[in-house]
C-alpha cells in the first residue's frame, strides 16, 4: 500500500457499509440504580434524671503586654508585663445533688413480617448474570442494580439516672509579655514579665452524690 492509499479518506460507499450501534442520550445512562425500602417500627424510651450540685470559687486575673515589628527597618519593640496578684479563696458549705428515679417501661411492639414481593416475568430477563438477546442493548438500562429491602422492629430502653457533686477552688493567674520583629533589620524586641501571686484555698465542705435508680422494663 502506497502512502497516497494510506491517506485516502473513506468513500461514501465505503461509510455506508460500515456498522454501528448509536448511543443512547447521556441523560438515559445511569451507573447506579439503588431502590432502598425501609420499614421501621421503633419504639424507644428514655428516661433520663440528673442531679448537679456545685460549690465553686473562681479567680483568674490576667495580665499580658505584646509589642511587636512586623516588616519594619530599624524600630524597636518593647513590652513590660507586671502583676500582683493576693487571692485567698474559702469555701465552707454542703453540695449535695439527690437523683431518685423510679421507671417503669411497657413495650409491646409486634414484629410485622415483611410480605414477599410479587413476582416480574418480564424483570427475569434482566436477572443478574441474563445476557442480552440484542447486542446494541447492552448500554441501555443500569450497570449496577441494588434493591434493598428492610423491615426491623427495635426495642430501645434506656433509663439513665446521675448525681454529680462538687466543690472546687481554681485560680489561674497569667501574665505574658511577648514582643517581636519579623522581618526587619537593625530592630530590637524586649519583653519582661514579672509576676508575684499569693494564693491561698481553703475549701471545708461535703460534696454527696446519691443516685438512686428503679427500672422494670418490659419489651
Not at 507586671?82 to 458549705?93: A, K, P, S, W
Not at 438477546?133 to 439513665?160: E, F, M, Q, Y
Request: overall charge negative; hydrophobic content about 50%; cysteine-free.
Amino acid at each position: 500500500m502506497s502512502q497516497d492509499d494510506a491517506l485516502r479518506p473513506l468513500s461514501p460507499e465505503e461509510l455506508a457499509a460500515e456498522t454501528g450501534a448509536a448511543l443512547p442520550d447521556k441523560e438515559v445512562i445511569s451507573l447506579l440504580d439503588l431502590n432502598a425500602d425501609l420499614d421501621i417500627a421503633l419504639d424507644a424510651a428514655a428516661p433520663i434524671d440528673l442531679a448537679v450540685a456545685a460549690n465553686a470559687n473562681v479567680a483568674a486575673p490576667i495580665d499580658a503586654a505584646v509589642g511587636a515589628n512586623v516588616l519594619s527597618v530599624g524600630s524597636t519593640a518593647q513590652a513590660l508585663s507586671d502583676q500582683g496578684v493576693l487571692i485567698d479563696q474559702g469555701i465552707t458549705g454542703e453540695a449535695v445533688a439527690h437523683a431518685p428515679q423510679d421507671s417503669t417501661i411497657a413495650q409491646g411492639a409486634q414484629p410485622v413480617a415483611a410480605e414477599p414481593a410479587a413476582a416480574d416475568p418480564a424483570a427475569a430477563g434482566s436477572a443478574v448474570g441474563a445476557l442480552p438477546t440484542d447486542p446494541a442493548s447492552a448500554l441501555d438500562g443500569n450497570l449496577l442494580n441494588v434493591d434493598v429491602n428492610l423491615a426491623a422492629d427495635l426495642n430501645l430502653a434506656a433509663p439513665i439516672d446521675g448525681a454529680v457533686a462538687a466543690n472546687a477552688n481554681v485560680a489561674a493567674p497569667i501574665d505574658a509579655a511577648v514582643a517581636a520583629n519579623v522581618g526587619s533589620i537593625d530592630s530590637t524586641a524586649t519583653a519582661i514579665s514579672q509576676q508575684d501571686a499569693i494564693i491561698t484555698q481553703d475549701v471545708d465542705a461535703n460534696a454527696e452524690a446519691t443516685a438512686e435508680q428503679t427500672s422494670t422494663i418490659t419489651q
